[in-house]
C-alpha cells in the first residue's frame, strides 16, 4: 500500500531541503524574461511579480526576440549556465506563443512561468475557438517606425540602467542621477516606454557624494543630467523594506546622502526634482516640461 505521508526514512530528506531554502533565502536568484518579440510584457509583469519578494536579490536578463529553435537553444544554454553557477533553479518568464519554441525553452533547467500559455488556453476553452498562434498580432495596427522608436528607447533605458555602462551616454537624451532607490530606474523606463525618451541613470555613490563632485564619466554629459530627491522618512523606508537594519537604511546614512546630493545639484547647477509624493506620471511629465525635452513618439 502506498501512502502520501512521509516515512520516518524521508523526514530528513523533507527538512534539509526546508533548512535549504531558508539558507537560499538570501541568495541571489537568477531571472529570465524570454519573448518571441520584444519582451516588453514579459519584462514588465515580471518584474513586477518579483517585486513582492523584496528580500530577495534578483539578477535578471531579457532575452527578446527568441522566434527560432536556434535562438531558443540559445536561451536554453544562458539559462542552464546560470543554474550550474547559482546551484538554483533560475525562474524563467516567458510570452512565447511559438509552442515548438516554447517547448524548447521549457527544456532548460529552469522554474518556467509561462505567461501565455494558460491564459490563451482558458481562453480558447472558454469560447470555443483555437488561438491563431501568430507572433506579434498586437502590433499588427501599430505604426512601425512609432514602435521601433518606443522599444529602441526602452532598451536604451534598460541598457544603461543603474550606472552599469557610461559609454553609451552621448546618445542618451537624459542622464537621471540621485541617490539609491530614489526612483532613477522607473522614471527613465517610463519616459522611454511613453514618450520614446532614451534616459540613462546613474546612482552616486558614498564616495562621490563625499568628494562633491560629480564621477567623471558624467562631467562631460553635464548639460544632460538631471536629478530626482526625495524625502528622507520615506527614503529610509524604502531602503528598510529592501535591507531592513542595515546602515544603508539608517535614518542617518539617509540624511547625510541627502544633504551631499543636494549640495552637489547646487554646486554644479544641476536641475532637479523632489520626486517623494509624486507618481511616476507625474515625475515624468515634470522633467520633460522642466528640460523641454520633447515627446520622440506619437
Same mark, same amino acid.
Given at each position: 500500500?502506498?501512502?502520501?505521508?512521509?516515512?520516518?526514512q524521508?523526514?530528513?530528506t523533507?527538512?534539509n531541503?526546508?533548512?535549504?531554502?531558508l539558507?537560499?533565502?538570501?541568495?541571489?536568484?537568477?531571472?529570465?524574461?524570454?519573448?518571441?518579440g520584444?519582451?516588453?510584457?514579459?519584462?514588465?509583469l515580471?518584474?513586477?511579480?518579483?517585486s513582492?519578494?523584496?528580500s530577495?536579490?534578483?539578477?535578471?536578463r531579457?532575452?527578446?526576440y527568441?522566434?527560432?529553435l536556434?535562438?531558443?537553444e540559445?536561451?536554453?544554454?544562458? #539559462?542552464? &549556465?546560470a543554474?550550474? +553557477?547559482? *546551484?538554483?533553479?533560475p525562474?524563467?518568464f516567458?510570452?512565447i506563443?511559438?509552442?515548438? $519554441? !516554447?517547448e524548447?525553452?521549457?527544456s532548460?533547467?529552469?522554474?518556467?512561468?509561462?505567461?501565455?500559455?494558460g491564459?490563451?488556453?482558458?481562453?480558447a476553452?472558454e469560447?470555443?475557438?483555437?488561438?491563431?498562434?501568430?507572433?506579434?498580432?498586437?502590433?499588427?495596427?501599430?505604426d512601425?517606425e512609432?514602435?521601433?522608436?518606443?522599444?529602441?528607447?526602452?532598451?536604451?533605458?534598460?541598457?544603461?540602467d543603474d550606472?552599469?555602462r557610461?559609454?553609451?551616454?552621448?546618445?542618451?537624451d537624459? #542622464?537621471? &542621477?540621485?541617490?539609491? +532607490?530614489s *526612483?532613477?530606474?522607473?522614471?527613465?523606463?517610463y519616459?522611454a516606454l511613453?514618450f520614446? $525618451? !532614451?534616459?540613462?541613470n546613474?546612482?552616486?555613490?558614498?564616495?562621490?557624494l563625499?568628494?562633491?563632485?560629480l564621477p567623471?564619466?558624467?562631467?562631460?554629459?553635464?548639460d544632460?543630467?538631471?536629478?530626482l530627491?526625495?524625502?528622507?522618512?520615506r527614503?529610509?523606508?524604502?531602503?528598510q523594506e529592501?535591507?531592513?537594519?542595515?546602515?544603508?537604511?539608517?535614518?542617518q546614512?539617509?540624511?547625510q546622502?541627502?544633504?551631499?546630493i543636494?549640495?552637489?545639484?547646487?554646486?554644479?547647477g544641476?536641475p532637479?526634482l523632489?520626486?517623494?509624493?509624486?507618481?511616476v506620471?507625474?515625475?515624468?511629465?515634470?522633467?520633460?516640461?522642466?528640460?523641454?525635452l520633447?515627446?520622440?513618439?506619437?
Open positions: 500500500m502506498y501512502s502520501n505521508s512521509p516515512s520516518e524521508d523526514m530528513p523533507i527538512q531541503r526546508h533548512a535549504l531554502r539558507d537560499n533565502s538570501q541568495a541571489v536568484r537568477s531571472a529570465f524574461f524570454i519573448s518571441d520584444t519582451a516588453i510584457t514579459a519584462e514588465t515580471g518584474r513586477s511579480i518579483l513582492q519578494f523584496a530577495v536579490p534578483f539578477e535578471t531579457v532575452l527578446p527568441v522566434d527560432s536556434e535562438r531558443a540559445d536561451a536554453v544554454q544562458q #539559462i542552464n &549556465i543554474y550550474q +553557477r547559482d *546551484g538554483l533553479l525562474l524563467v516567458d510570452t506563443v511559438n509552442p515548438e $519554441i !516554447r524548447k525553452v521549457n532548460a533547467q529552469g522554474c518556467n512561468l509561462d505567461m501565455y500559455e491564459l490563451i488556453g482558458r481562453i476553452e469560447i470555443a475557438v483555437e488561438p491563431d498562434g501568430h507572433t506579434g498580432n498586437a502590433h499588427d495596427n501599430v512601425s512609432n514602435y521601433k522608436d518606443r522599444i529602441d528607447a526602452v532598451h536604451f533605458a534598460l541598457d544603461n550606472g552599469a557610461t559609454r553609451h551616454y552621448s546618445m542618451a537624459i #542622464i537621471l &542621477i540621485g541617490v539609491s +532607490r *526612483g532613477k530606474t522607473p522614471t527613465s523606463l519616459l511613453q520614446g $525618451i !532614451r534616459a540613462a546613474y546612482p552616486l555613490t558614498e564616495d562621490d563625499y568628494d562633491n563632485q567623471k564619466s558624467l562631467r562631460e554629459h553635464k544632460k543630467l538631471f536629478g530627491i526625495i524625502n528622507t522618512d527614503l529610509v523606508k524604502i531602503r529592501r535591507r531592513a537594519g542595515s546602515r544603508y537604511s539608517s535614518y546614512q539617509v540624511q546622502e541627502q544633504r551631499a543636494q549640495g552637489i545639484y547646487i554646486s554644479q544641476i532637479s523632489d520626486v517623494s509624493e509624486m507618481s506620471e507625474e515625475i515624468a511629465t515634470r522633467i520633460l516640461q522642466m528640460t523641454g520633447k515627446r520622440r513618439i506619437g
